[in-house]
């Protein structure tokens, strides 16, 4: 029960508004045509093999929040980035007619962002045991009503951009949750956390390949916001809507989770904290979905991979 927890809760933070909608894999996979496939194969390895380390040095990194500025910093910078993305996400879904209700369900979602902060991600973590199985199994459900394995996919060129792409993948998302990563390691053996590790990296590899697979037969698709929710209409594109809804959520209190925690290794001001792990992710998701995900999310990759050697190389 114990790893089916930690599972979920790696995964549920990986599907975000980014994965679930499909705007993700169509900035690092999709685009790539055909060379995309071998490289989320690829990813499956590094994906393993970097939770498990996360798991495996968790009380180590934790630690390490409170010794190194340049942890620290790289940190913060990766959380808002990812933060603003969830909070843009859910704006685009936040389409009602009235401006009341829009502006309502915001507020709420806004409370139990401030929720996760005081209190942490323990009943979190419950949730996403629940949710994200249920949320899983609706998408794919949806998904294979619009993909034909025998139907032609898009043909690309570039195989090296490809596997650049794809490795930038996984440093994103792992340098992105190592913190809430690391935080789920107490209470398991070594065996449990291998086990953990595997699991989560074969779900979303999986998934991963379901909808790039999705993604290469609608080629036009490719360039919008939330390629995914074009695919649908009437009952089907409500349902998903609300799957990627949920995606946006469990990621976005995953992540608020992890900047305060973060932010509270160096400083003991709540309300800096508050400000600086909520308000200003807020306000850089008016810059739009799109436009965090095209160019911030490649930017937060290269950060990403200058975190995760502080962690790697670091032999104390």
């Known amino acids: 029960m114990k790893e089916l927890s930690v599972v979920f809760a790696i995964i549920g933070t990986v599907i975000g508004s980014g994965f679930i909608s499909g705007k993700e894999i169509a900035v690092f996979f999709a685009r790539f045509g055909l060379w995309s496939l071998p490289a989320i194969v690829l990813i499956f390895f590094l994906f393993w093999l970097l939770f498990y380390f996360l798991l ?3 009380d180590k990194i934790l630690k390490k929040l409170k010794k190194s500025k340049i942890f620290f910093v790289l940190s913060i910078f990766l959380s808002v980035i990812f933060t603003s993305a969830m909070f ?3 704006g685009n879904l936040l389409n009602f007619d009235s401006e009341i209700i829009n502006l309502s369900i915001f507020v709420i979602i806004f409370i139990f962002c401030t929720f996760i902060f005081k209190y942490g991600l ?22 294979s009503n619009k993909t034909s394995f025998s139907q032609p996919t898009n043909n690309g060129a570039d195989g090296f951009l490809a596997i650049f792409y794809a490795i930038l ?4 998302n792992t340098s992105n949750g190592c913190v809430m990563i690391a935080g789920l390691s107490k209470g398991l053996t070594s065996k449990q956390k291998a ?4 699991i989560s990296s074969l779900v979303l590899v999986l998934l991963l390949l379901f909808i790039n697979i999705v993604l290469l037969q609608h080629p036009s698709l490719i360039s919008l916001d939330m390629p995914l929710l074009s695919l649908f209409s009437g009952w089907q594109k409500a349902l998903l809507n609300i799957i990627v809804f949920i995606g946006c959520l469990t990621t976005l209190f995953s992540l608020i989770f992890s900047s305060s925690l973060t932010l509270r290794g160096l400083c003991n001001n709540d309300f800096l904290i508050f400000f600086i792990s909520i308000v200003v992710p807020t306000l850089i998701s008016l810059v739009g979905f799109g436009v965090i995900v095209t160019y911030l999310y490649p930017l937060a990759s290269i950060v990403g991979i200058f975190l995760l050697l502080d962690i790697l190389l670091d032999k104390r």
Do not use: E, H
């Open 88 to 90: 843009a996400g859910i």
């Open 122 to 143: 323990s009943a979190l973590n419950k949730i996403n045991f629940v949710i994200v199985p249920i949320m899983l199994i609706i998408f794919l459900c949806l998904l």
């Open 56 to 58: 495996l040095k968790g």
């Open 169 to 172: 993948y996984v440093v994103l």
């Open 195 to 198: 086990r953990a590790s595997f």
